[in-house]
């Protein structure tokens, strides 16, 4: 008697927002026995190998390691934790997406556009940055300082600090006064500030990060 056919498993991806399917693949049966995240990241290699839009899916935790995702549409995607080392992500749309403890270890993201995306907690060590955008006309060459553990995420870029969802230029950061910063989150804005501002434009100086040292000594 010959055996039953069976199915061939299929990969979804998925709206992170809608839950709407974006793209979906037969899986090759080498990922078979293999966990979601696996799963997900062979996806996601045949979506942009498709040229698919993936702007918006949920891919949180995928494998993408050594993954080739040149100019691929991430746009407000949830990558939450997903694992990029060595990704290839040049020139890839990455605005407003959620990186948040993503692992970019020597990922490329050269010409990558990370305008208003999360990169708290993302693992940025031997990522390679030149000229990845953060925001209009601002782009960055080498990856940002990181300070975790405060009441806003500090990333500290080439000429920029982002702390929370706001980045300006480190000259404009030093010269706010209280006013302006309780602009941005009220009393618990300026507390952070006077607690932190020295430290952080230190900091900043320490690694020429835009800031003369002369300068923030007299802060």
């Known amino acids: 008697m010959p055996p039953t056919p069976t199915t061939p498993e299929r990969i979804q991806i998925r709206n992170r927002w809608t839950d709407a399917v974006i793209f979906e693949c037969e899986l090759s049966a080498e990922f078979l026995g293999m966990s979601v995240q696996f799963k997900l990241g062979w996806a996601v290699k045949k979506a942009v190998k498709a040229r698919a839009n993936l702007a918006d899916a949920n891919l949180a935790g995928a494998?993408?390691?050594d993954a080739y995702l040149a100019r691929a549409n991430l746009a407000r995607a949830n990558l939450a934790g997903a694992y990029l080392a060595g990704a290839y992500l040049a020139d890839a749309y990455l605005a407003d997406a959620y990186?948040?403890?993503a692992?970019?270890?020597?990922?490329n993201?050269?010409?990558?556009?990370?305008?208003g995306a999360n990169l708290a907690g993302a693992y940025l060590a031997g990522a390679?940055?030149?000229g990845a955008k953060i925001g209009?006309?601002?782009?960055?060459?080498?990856?940002p300082l990181q300070i975790l553990g405060l009441s806003y995420p500090v990333l500290i870029f080439d000429n920029h600090i982002k702390i929370g969802c706001e980045l300006h230029s480190i000259a404009e950061w030093q010269a706010f006064d209280n006013e302006r910063i309780a602009r941005?989150?009220?009393t618990r804005a300026r507390r952070f500030?006077?607690?932190h501002k020295t430290a952080i434009l230190c900091l900043a100086a320490s690694d020429a990060r835009g800031v003369d040292t002369a300068e923030v000594e007299g802060v």
Do not use: C, K, S
């Not at 692992?103 to 990922?107: H, K, M, V």
């Not at 209009?136 to 990856?143: K, L």
């Open 103 to 107: 692992n970019l270890d020597g990922a």
């Open 184 to 186: 941005m989150d009220g």
């Open 193 to 195: 500030w006077d607690r």
């Open 128 to 130: 390679y940055l030149a």
């Open 63 to 65: 494998n993408l390691a």
């Open 136 to 143: 209009d006309d601002i782009t960055i060459t080498r990856p």
């Open 99 to 101: 990186l948040a403890r």
């Open 109 to 115: 993201l050269a010409d990558a556009n990370l305008a």
